[in-house]
């Protein structure tokens, strides 16, 4: 799984992602694709594609309407279930629609 990959689950899915960097750091994938580290002051000395690789947890967070009632609590997932909803998302858009070319 990319970042790439996980930018585009969030945008399809309307999610927030979050994991947390090697160095304590929280980085945040908004439901634009958006991957920011907020608590970032300075240029950062770390590759995220690789803190991505490194990353065993991670929290989605349903992006949900204003005053909509009862929302969705945010979710904890590992990598695999992750990378099963974000691959297998991606696939499912990809794949050519069942219609007659007639």
Known sequence: MTLADLRKFSIRKQFRVRF??????ECVITEY????VPALKNV???NLEQ???SALEFVLEPV???G????????TVNRDELEKLAIGSSGAAA???DHDDE
């Not at 947390?20 to 750091?25: D, K």
């Not at 694709?33 to 920011?36: F, I, M």
């Open 64 to 66: 949900v309407p204003a």
């Open 20 to 25: 947390t960097l090697q160095n304590g750091l």
């Open 44 to 46: 950062p000395d770390f």
């Open 95 to 97: 794949a050519p629609g």
């Open 33 to 36: 694709g958006l991957a920011r």
């Open 51 to 53: 803190e991505l690789a």
């Open 68 to 75: 909509e009632k009862n929302p969705p609590k945010p979710r």
